[in-house]
């Protein structure tokens, strides 16, 4: 097996997130910490701790100097992270003396680190909501188009009352839109700059240093946090929690169709799927397990990243490095669960006599709940229940429960118990009304 799914040209179609990818590699990673350079420059011009000059030559260079990340390789090894080589290699790149010593100007590696990481996740991010409000338009149209498409609905795996398509779909994309809606708090929660210096009492700036981190943070379009926060990871852990969150919403919807396609059920198409290597006949839904996989794996990330929120005193390199591993790996799963789960969205039908057969076997069994209800409306509540469960005991083929309804209860009036498309209650309106709001999406 490869060392990561995410990296494997193997695998690359199955795990693989290209786009998602090209926000975490190397020399993403040491651009955007030259954007900082550059910008934490400007700012610190702004308020009059280093020169105009080397400011303007500093950010000039910020955003035309191309390092090598294998370049910096040693120097990171020895130091743990990757800045001392990169202010090192800024320096000598420069060619100006002057100005290159005002490189990195009272910052510590931490501060360009994570404000970089921020700079990516901001990506990251309006990535994620487009493809989160690309599987909500797939699923609104699932939901409108089968609003009042009967089907069986299941508890514990059982057949319990109809319900429809629509409402399931929609049932899918609703967390999807309330996820969308906490995407903007989380931005200003967690897309902050980081500028503490070694300690996080950013002394080497002295009374300029909120300035200087308001005028970074203007640079760079992030946030200002409400204090230091090398040791403080909630803008980490904040994402990684939403992002675990959206993994679970998206494994729910696998689940279910995994389900819904098996053999037996086959109560949806999912588009083009998975062969046998020596069953010919077999469509492998090999999207929704993927989908699940990368959810479970996203959990197992989550827990690490939450754990290494305990860091030590004002700054801990372990608790740190801890998230430099499972960080990435998280944002690349829950991209490609995204991908996955808008790709299968798009592709997925019902179909309807595979529903129609779920919904009846011939026992109407399904429709105990509603007889229950019926009779209960002209005799005591318990008694109802226990006579339709009587009646349930003893359907047998070919004498269903709505016979027996019919013989044990010849007055009553069951028009409509039996019909699953009187019986979706509200499902229909729900799924509607979750694609009117997939419409307001615009």
Same mark, same amino acid.
């Given at each position: 097996?490869?060392?990561?799914?995410?990296?494997?040209?193997?695998?690359?179609?199955?795990?693989?997130?290209?786009?998602?990818?090209?926000?975490?590699?190397?020399?993403?990673?040491?651009?955007?910490?030259?954007?900082?350079?550059?910008?934490?420059?400007?700012?610190?011009?702004?308020?009059? !701790?280093?020169?105009?000059?080397?400011?303007?030559?500093?950010?000039?260079?910020?955003?035309?100097?191309?390092?090598?990340?294998?370049?910096?390789?040693?120097?990171?090894?020895?130091?743990?992270?990757?800045?001392?080589?990169?202010?090192?290699?800024?320096?000598?790149?420069?060619?100006?003396?002057?100005?290159?010593?005002?490189?990195?100007?009272?910052?510590?590696?931490?501060?360009?680190?994570?404000?970089?990481?921020?700079?990516?996740?901001?990506?990251?991010?309006?990535?994620?909501?487009?493809?989160?409000?690309?599987?909500?338009?797939?699923?609104?149209?699932?939901?409108?188009?089968?609003?009042?498409?009967?089907?069986?609905?299941?508890?514990?795996?059982?057949?319990?009352?109809?319900?429809?398509?629509?409402?399931?779909?929609?049932?899918?994309?609703?967390?999807?839109?309330?996820?969308?809606?906490?995407?903007?708090?989380?931005?200003?929660?967690?897309?902050?700059?980081?500028?503490?210096?070694?300690?996080?009492?950013?002394?080497?700036?002295?009374?300029?240093?909120?300035?200087?981190?308001?005028?970074?943070?203007?640079?760079?379009?992030?946030?200002?946090?409400?204090?230091?926060?090398?040791?403080?990871?909630?803008?980490?852990?904040?994402?990684?929690?939403?992002?675990?969150?959206?993994?679970?919403?998206?494994?729910?919807?696998?689940?279910?169709?995994?389900?819904?396609?098996?053999?037996?059920?086959?109560?949806?198409?999912?588009?083009?799927?998975?062969?046998?290597?020596?069953?010919?006949?077999?469509?492998?839904?090999?999207?929704?397990?993927?989908?699940?996989?990368?959810?479970?794996?996203?959990?197992?990330?989550?827990?690490?990243?939450?754990?290494?929120?305990?860091?030590?005193?004002?700054?801990?390199?372990?608790?740190?490095?801890?998230?430099?591993?499972?960080?990435?790996?998280?944002?690349?799963?829950?991209?490609?669960?995204?991908?996955?789960?808008?790709?299968?969205?798009?592709?997925?039908?019902?179909?309807?006599?595979?529903?129609?057969?779920? !919904?009846?076997?011939?026992?109407?069994?399904?429709?105990?709940?509603?007889?229950?209800?019926?009779?209960?409306?002209?005799?005591?509540?318990?008694?109802?229940?226990?006579?339709?469960?009587?009646?349930?005991?003893?359907?047998?083929?070919?004498?269903?429960?709505?016979?027996?309804?019919?013989?044990?209860?010849?007055?009553?009036?069951?028009?409509?118990?039996?019909?699953?498309?009187?019986?979706?209650?509200?499902?229909?309106?729900?799924?509607?009304?979750?694609?009117?709001?997939?419409?307001?999406?615009?």
């Amino acid at each position: 097996m490869a060392a990561s799914l995410f990296e494997s040209a193997l695998y690359r179609e199955l795990a693989g997130d290209r786009e998602i990818g090209a926000l975490l590699t190397d020399t993403a990673e040491l651009r955007a910490m030259l954007l900082v350079e550059g910008s934490l420059a400007k700012a610190q011009a702004a308020a009059g !701790l280093i020169p105009e000059t080397a400011a303007a030559a500093i950010h000039r260079m910020s955003m035309e100097i191309q390092l090598d990340p294998g370049a910096l390789a040693a120097e990171t090894g020895r130091s743990g992270v990757p800045v001392p080589a990169l202010v090192a290699a800024f320096r000598a790149e420069m060619g100006a003396p002057d100005h290159a010593a005002w490189v990195h100007y009272g910052a510590t590696s931490q501060d360009i680190v994570d404000t970089a990481l921020m700079l990516r996740m901001r990506r990251v991010l309006e990535v994620f909501e487009g493809r989160m409000a690309g599987l909500c338009r797939a699923l609104g149209r699932l939901a409108e188009d089968h609003a009042e498409l009967p089907m069986a609905g299941r508890t514990w795996g059982q057949a319990a009352v109809p319900v429809c398509f629509g409402g399931i779909a929609a049932g899918w994309g609703r967390p999807v839109l309330s996820l969308l809606e906490d995407l903007e708090p989380l931005r200003e929660r967690a897309l902050v700059v980081s500028l503490s210096g070694a300690a996080g009492t950013l002394s080497a700036m002295g009374d300029n240093g909120p300035d200087v981190a308001r005028g970074l943070a203007e640079g760079l379009g992030l946030g200002v946090p409400n204090g230091p926060w090398h040791a403080d990871r909630q803008p980490v852990v904040a994402l990684a929690a939403w992002m675990v969150r959206v993994a679970g919403v998206l494994a729910k919807m696998a689940e279910d169709l995994h389900l819904l396609a098996q053999s037996g059920i086959g109560e949806v198409r999912l588009g083009p799927s998975g062969g046998s290597s020596t069953m010919p006949q077999k469509q492998n839904p090999v999207g929704p397990a993927m989908i699940s996989a990368l959810a479970r794996y996203a959990v197992g990330l989550n827990v690490t990243l939450q754990g290494a929120a305990a860091h030590r005193q004002q700054r801990d390199g372990a608790a740190w490095m801890a998230e430099w591993l499972a960080l990435p790996q998280l944002v690349l799963a829950v991209g490609r669960a995204l991908a996955l789960a808008e790709e299968l969205a798009g592709s997925v039908a019902p179909v309807p006599e595979a529903m129609a057969r779920g !919904l009846d076997d011939g026992t109407g069994l399904i429709f105990a709940e509603a007889l229950s209800f019926r009779l209960a409306e002209t005799m005591p509540r318990p008694d109802a229940q226990a006579a339709v469960k009587e009646m349930c005991r003893k359907v047998q083929p070919g004498r269903g429960l709505q016979a027996r309804a019919a013989e044990h209860f010849p007055e009553a009036d069951l028009t409509g118990v039996f019909d699953a498309a009187a019986s979706l209650g509200q499902a229909p309106a729900e799924a509607r009304a979750f694609a009117a709001a997939v419409r307001a999406l615009g």
